[in-house]
């Protein structure tokens, strides 16, 4: 079974330029989830969805940042315009609804590393 | 709100050296306990997790106790191999499928 990927790996971009980052869930799994790591600090959340629809957005640090999950499958998180601030590690992570485990675990992508300069 | 506390890194041990990493947590309610750990290169895997107080997490020789009483749940391992070495994160979670709220990360290097 493949695992939660995240594309690109790595992005350096300009301040004020649009980035685009893509998380591609486990197969089946509804819940998807993004954090972003800052500077070496915790992993924050950002948002979570169910399905198509969102879930919880309360991480999301502002009106720069635009979240979709079109069909329910994949998900994509934009910046733009891009800030400084805004390098980090953006992690993907997916769940399945109704787990036999009782507590749904949340894998995680490898991350995308956001470099804004 | 809800926070979690865990040593500074980075931890540098012999192999075969005992590991604590310490973690504690600020929150309402029972949360359920994480231990993540991120290896070079790769996304974060769940280790080992407790749901209640007073469980016992396991898994690839790590363990880790929920102490309510203390709002604590440090990660051990009597022996550390230096395929251990990586960044290991605390976590919880108030509610199933909720989000995970995350601790700094404590990165941890065994040497030969």
């Known amino acids: 079974e493949a695992g939660v990927t995240q594309f690109p790996s790595h992005s350096v971009i300009e301040k004020g330029q649009t980035v685009t980052l893509r998380c591609d869930p486990i197969?089946?799994?509804?819940?998807l989830y993004w954090y972003r790591r800052v500077m070496g600090k915790e992993i924050k959340f950002l948002l979570h969805?169910?399905?198509?629809?969102?879930?919880?957005e309360s991480g999301m640090p502002n009106n720069r940042f635009l979240a979709e999950r079109t069909g329910g499958t994949y998900s994509t998180l934009k910046v733009q315009p891009a800030e400084l601030e805004d390098s980090g590690v953006y992690f993907c992570?997916?769940?399945?609804?109704?787990?036999?485990?009782?507590?749904?675990?949340?894998?995680f992508g490898p991350g995308t590393r956001l470099t804004v300069t | 709100g809800d926070s979690v506390t865990q040593m500074e890194g980075p931890v540098t041990l012999s192999e075969e050296a005992f590991l604590t990493i310490n973690c504690t947590y600020t929150?309402?309610?029972?949360?359920?306990l994480f231990w993540y750990v991120q290896y070079p290169g790769e996304g974060l895997q769940l280790l080992l997790k407790?749901?209640?107080?007073?469980d016992k997490g396991s898994n690839k020789g790590f363990e880790a106790t929920y102490r309510k009483e203390t709002t604590s749940f440090h990660l051990e391992k009597g022996s550390v191999q230096v395929s251990d070495s990586a960044v290991y994160f605390c976590?919880?979670?108030?509610?199933?499928?909720?989000?995970?709220?995350f601790g700094t990360g404590t990165r941890l290097q065994v040497t030969l």
């Open positions: 929150a309402t309610g029972y949360p359920s």
């Open positions: 197969s089946g799994h509804d819940n």
């Open positions: 969805f169910v399905k198509e629809s969102k879930q919880d």
């Open positions: 976590a919880l979670s108030k509610f199933t499928a909720s989000k995970l709220t």
């Open positions: 992570a997916s769940s399945q609804v109704g787990s036999p485990k009782g507590l749904y675990e949340q894998y």
């Open positions: 407790a749901t209640k107080a007073d």
